[in-house]
């Protein structure tokens, strides 16, 4: 029998496909989660960002550095935030994530009421949207959908979850390659991550003397880009010893999605009114919306016709190749680094 597409598939499926790709790659290049909270605890803005690197760093000292920096964030909010794609207005939104893989995502406005709910925990995501064509609670276990059609043809790991904000786990500095220098104060890590796909490259821009991260890409096993992020506009707080970014672009160019996130602040490592229930499948809590289980078969099969054309690019602009690296004062060594043509 021939699989369902864009054309052929199933009534209820025909017009979902491109809602679940831009809920799912918010979800996964997002990695954050929303919730409401009282009262709100706001940490000091505009402090100065110190320098950390005075000097040309070490591979050692880098990764120590942003090592440092992710491990200071256990529990991360937001307050003031909007989500916008390029056609469509923005969107108020309230993001909360506990590192390492629990996050939720809420989203709305003041006229329309709630649009989106996003989450994931230890066992599993899911995702909800008000405007979907199928009223439905899209959801998969981690372990059954890094095996699903769907998670092939996503070709991104939910490991992403809070690396746009820069709260990146680096591997063991074997494993990376760098730093070498990538522009004005900026300088570049690369590794190679293993995926369902074939070994994938990824790599990260780290600012020079802030040592925040400013920009990343993950290329898969033919050197095309398969996500990019970029982070600006950084607050630093001298309280939590940690920079986050106000603004933060992404895209996602298998899936022609580029996508926006503004934060007016953050709260660090403060409680959640909510607790752990803050985390947990919401199937209790938004109306009838029935349960689709995204790593089932049939439902992969409905929808992975529509996911995108590999290799479209959007807005940003993102290198069509893996670019070659410069060793940094020409003494860096790049171990191991797979050849890309």
Known sequence: MMSPTADNAPPKFRAAPRLLVVSLLVLLA????????NPWIRRPAGDAAPVIFSHTPTLEEVTSALNAQTSRVQTLQTQGATVSVPGFPAISAELAVERPRKLRMRAGTAFTGPEIDLGMNDELFWFWAARNPQPGIY?????????????????VDPAWVTDALGLVQLPPVQEITGPSPAGTDRMELRWTVQSAAGPMTRLIHVHAKHGWIVEQHLYDPRGNVMVSSKASDHQYSSVDGVALPRLVELNVPSASLQLRM???????????????????LPSQSLGNAPLVDLADPATAAALGGTMGAPGASGPMSPQPAIPAATPLNGATRYRGMPQYR
């Not at 997002?30 to 909270?37: E, N, Q």
């Not at 959801?139 to 070709?155: E, G, Q, W």
């Not at 503004?262 to 947990?280: H, I, K």
Request: net charge neutral; aromatic share 14%.
């Open 262 to 280: 503004d934060v007016t602040s953050y709260a660090v490592n403060m409680p959640f009114a909510d607790g752990q229930t803050l985390f947990e």
């Open 30 to 37: 997002l990695g954050s989660s929303g919730c409401r909270w």
């Open 139 to 155: 959801y998969a276990r981690h372990d059954r959908f890094a095996t699903s059609p769907l998670r092939s043809a996503l070709a």
